[in-house]
């Protein structure tokens, strides 16, 4: 009879030693111990060593069309408003006010020519600068330094990251790499036409780790599997012979149109892009394979274009079409519970009813994350059990979750410090 492990550290015991100790004592391309699923405490060192101080995910800049638009995000209990200034500069600033702290702008988005605080009125300027706040202070309050404090703020490839440590990580290759790969695509130039948010009932870490294997796909799920092809690229360990000549074959068609699609790798497995061919026959992650918007983005003249897959650990993964373009956040809400944002993305002059059904758009993908979030729920239920133990991940099938979960230890033993 196998017994419960022995070494257990208790939920009501945990703290910033007690997580060093189990970073410490980890079995390599093992699942994490219990605590780091369920414990409350450990959820708020979570927020405070990886959200608070890596670069999140936190929209697209097409949802900033105009000085003034803006969009919000809560990244753990601090949130952030991301904006166009008036110099069309896209700038991120926590979202609290200078007087007595209220959150400002309220909406998930909106287009406003200040930001207003909906408590006392004080009126900041979209470079965060404070510009109104009535005639109700003393004579030595200073206005200049009550402006809005600023969040580091990255555009790439029309995707918009946001830091809020004081000194942010690297960032540029990856900067670079967005740019470069998602230049056809052209991002800049793309609506959001459907956006969905679903809360799974578990840790944001079994979110991750179940999108980055597809050891599950074959038995979950049928819709996805009608174009996606589970294999990473021709160093996937399972790649079979079809698949490398497959491979061989769109990455020619590919190059005769300047279509990027080489495999990279940045900073210790945090940034990944590749593109990948999609079924043979099928253009794009819809039920019958083939577009799901007749406008091509950006430059794209052949919707046959594979999947671009993105990764940015620790809350985003991407699949860029010809057609169109899927990017999914995560952002934590309490130890067993994440919220999921999928969007997807067409060309901008794109019509509704037109060039594409939004119905058709979103099938795929809202099956997909519907039997994603029941896989998740059913892990975090199981890792809840006094009988858990951490178990083995397959090095060929699960390759992917070995990378986050080793990109998340370090991360966290590095800013523990
Ligand atoms: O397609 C995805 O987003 C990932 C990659 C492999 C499994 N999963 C469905
Ligand atoms: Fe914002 Fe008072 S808290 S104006
Ligand atoms: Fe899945």
Redesign the pocket.
């Known amino acids: 009879m196998t017994k419960v492990p022995a070494q257990r550290i208790d939920n009501s015991l945990i703290d910033r030693n007690a997580v060093k100790t189990m970073l410490e004592r980890r079995i390599p391309d093992h699942t994490l111990e219990q605590p780091f699923y369920n414990s409350e405490a450990l959820f708020q060192i979570d927020m405070e060593e990886i959200f608070h101080k890596e670069w999140i995910f936190a929209g697209m800049s097409c949802e900033l069309p105009k000085r003034g638009s803006y969009i919000t995000v809560d990244i753990g209990l601090s949130p952030v408003v991301i904006l166009r200034d008036n110099k069309d500069e896209i700038r991120a600033f926590h979202n609290t006010c200078r007087h007595r702290g209220s959150k400002i702008c309220l909406a998930d988005k909106g287009k406003t020519p200040k930001l207003v605080c909906p408590y006392h009125q004080w009126a900041y300027d979209l470079d965060g600068s404070l510009v109104y706040n009535g005639q109700d202070m003393d004579e030595s309050f200073d206005r200049s330094t009550h402006g809005l404090a600023s969040v580091h703020c990255q555009v790439a490839g029309g995707y918009i990251f946001v830091c809020l440590a004081e000194t942010a990580p690297p960032i540029e290759d990856f900067v670079k790499d967005m740019e470069y790969y998602l230049e056809p695509h052209d991002l800049y130039n793309a609506k959001v036409a459907v956006q969905s948010e679903i809360i799974e009932k578990a840790n944001w870490k079994l979110v991750v780790e179940n999108?980055?294997?597809?050891y599950h796909?074959d038995n979950s799920?049928p819709e996805?599997l009608n174009s996606?092809l589970?294999w990473d690229d021709n160093n996937d360990p399972r790649a079979t012979p079809e698949f490398i000549a497959l491979v061989e074959k769109q990455q020619t068609f590919w190059t005769d149109m300047d279509i990027p699609y080489q495999y990279q790798m940045r900073y210790d497995n945090r940034n990944r892009i590749v593109r990948t061919p999609l079924k043979e026959g099928t253009h794009s992650m819809t039920m019958d394979g083939q577009a799901a918007s007749k406008k091509l983005l950006g430059r794209i003249t052949s919707p046959d274009l594979g999947a671009l897959?993105i990764l940015h650990l620790p809350n985003s993964?991407n699949?860029g079409m010809g057609d169109h373009h899927i990017a999914?956040q995560i952002l934590p809400i309490s130890p067993q519970e994440t919220k999921v944002i999928t969007r997807w993305l067409v060309h901008k002059d794109a019509v509704e009813g037109v060039d594409y059904d939004p119905e058709n758009l979103r099938h795929v993908w809202d099956a997909?994350n519907a039997q994603?979030r029941t896989l998740s729920e059913n892990n975090q239920l199981g890792v809840n059990s006094m009988g858990y133990q951490p178990g083995p991940y397959s090095k060929t099938y699960e390759f992917?979750v070995i990378n986050f979960v080793n990109w998340y230890c370090e991360r966290m033993k590095e800013n523990l410090g």
């Open positions: 999108n980055r294997e597809c796909c799920h996805l996606l589970e897959r993964w699949h999914f997909t994603d992917g």
